[in-house]
């Protein structure tokens, strides 16, 4: 029984979901490993705050962009094979 890839979600919403998702995994990541490498690097004060918000953007937007880039290789690859297998 095989799906009908033309009424099934489009490939831009599946991204869209995983980018929040993700991101928001990063932000916590970085949230929680900001203070840790703050306080290894011997940082006070603003120059405290100013990393750990810098390492929040950035685990947050590199955890967003690998899950845009993941989720449309995956579903550019089934909508290829016209399968929704393990293999895509």
């Known amino acids: 029984m095989e799906e009908d890839f033309s009424v099934s979600t489009p490939c831009s ?3 869209v979901d995983s980018v929040l998702r993700m991101s928001s995994a990063g932000v916590i990541w970085g949230a929680c490993f ?3 490498d703050a306080r290894r690097l011997g940082l006070s004060g603003s120059a405290r705050a100013s990393h750990i918000a810098k390492t929040v953007g950035q685990c947050g ?6 899950a845009a880039i993941f989720s449309f290789t995956h579903c550019g690859m089934q909508r290829y094979r016209r399968k929704k297998d393990w293999v895509s």
């Open 13 to 15: 919403s599946i991204a």
């Open 34 to 36: 900001g203070p840790f």
């Open 61 to 66: 937007f590199s955890c967003g962009i690998f």
